[in-house]
């Protein structure tokens, strides 16, 4: 029997749950096979993010992501959980540059990925350029906190407003993407007490990211999830199941069966009737002789 339809995730849908104080959940992932997943559990929202540079692509930073590249992994998410609200990040130098080159960027990415959203990174500085998006009718999300497109000039990926200026400034921010047009807020890497306050001047979605529990939602990175980034951990993530492990423990069963002649075996295997190997053998031997009917 096949699933029921699922009832697609909107905007209108995500504000009712933050106005019924009704956790919000979101995911990072990057496939179709994925986000299957993530859209047969249930949850709202998936983040295709540029992060994908580094678990899947091997950069050092989010850097060198492209806006092909976002595209593609977009597309595939939306073909994965057509009812799930995906979000689909701007790459680096996709927005920053001008009005013009935002809206441009955003377009293309919502056209050809079937995205919900874009998110950019940036607060008070990119307040012009959520301002064009939405006022092309285009939703988009604003990234505050650690921004990983600006992470050299952040000191790296570190906790952001830890003092009460720069934690002021990250309050003020939110305030004004917010007057920009942004339909939602996502806070990475701030003390649990700013995300708080954030989150009760806010009349849109905040969701957090290593920021605490008091906002409208929570995000996490797949590959987190389930330890299958090995260059990093980070301790604002959970890891819920050691798939990696299980993985590694499959590979090395399928090598040591391959290598002592296990696999494949007979199940795994299709053969041929012994007539039709015959009159292969024949017709090797003389490749020019008529093929003969065989019963």
């Known amino acids: ?9 909107t905007i209108p849908r995500l504000r009712r749950k933050m106005e019924t104080a009704e956790p919000i959940t979101m995911v990072t992932c990057y496939d179709y096979s994925t986000a299957h997943l993530v859209e047969r559990v249930g949850l709202d929202m998936i983040l295709v993010g540029d992060s994908l540079g580094m678990t899947l692509l091997g950069y050092e930073s989010t850097l060198r992501v492209t806006m092909e590249d976002m595209i593609r992994h977009g597309a595939a998410v939306r073909r994965g959980a057509p ?14 540059s001008s009005n013009e080159k935002a809206v441009e960027s955003a377009g293309r990415l919502m056209a050809e990925s079937a995205a919900d959203a874009v ?4 607060g008070r500085e990119m307040a012009d350029r959520i301002r064009a998006i939405a006022g092309a009718g285009i939703p988009v999300m604003a990234h505050l906190g650690l921004t990983p497109q600006s992470a050299s000039s952040l000191g790296g ?16 921010d939110a305030a004004l993407v917010e007057e920009a047009g942004a339909f939602s807020i996502l806070v990475e890497l701030v003390p649990d007490r700013v995300c708080e306050m954030v989150t009760a001047r806010a009349s849109v ?11 409208h939602g929570q995000l996490l990175i797949f590959h987190d999830l389930f330890g299958l980034y090995p260059d990093f951990t980070p301790r604002m993530a959970k890891r819920y199941a050691d798939v990696a492990g299980v993985m ?23 053969t041929m009737e012994d007539a039709q190997v015959e009159e292969l053998r ?12 065989l019963s």
């Open 1 to 9: 029997m096949s699933e029921p339809k699922k009832v697609k995730v």
């Open 83 to 96: 009812a799930s609200f995906v979000v689909v990040d701007m790459p680096y130098m996709s927005y920053q």
């Open 119 to 122: 998110k950019l990174e940036g």
């Open 157 to 172: 990926f570190r906790l952001q407003g830890k003092t009460a200026r720069a934690a002021l400034r990250i309050v003020e």
């Open 205 to 215: 979605p905040v969701i957090g990211l290593g920021s605490g529990p008091r906002a």
């Open 248 to 270: 590694r423990e499959g590979l090395r069963a399928y090598a040591k069966d391959v290598r002592e002649g296990r696999f494949p075996a007979d199940e795994h295997t299709f």
């Open 282 to 293: 024949r017709l090797m031997a003389d490749p020019g002789a008529p093929a003969r009917p």
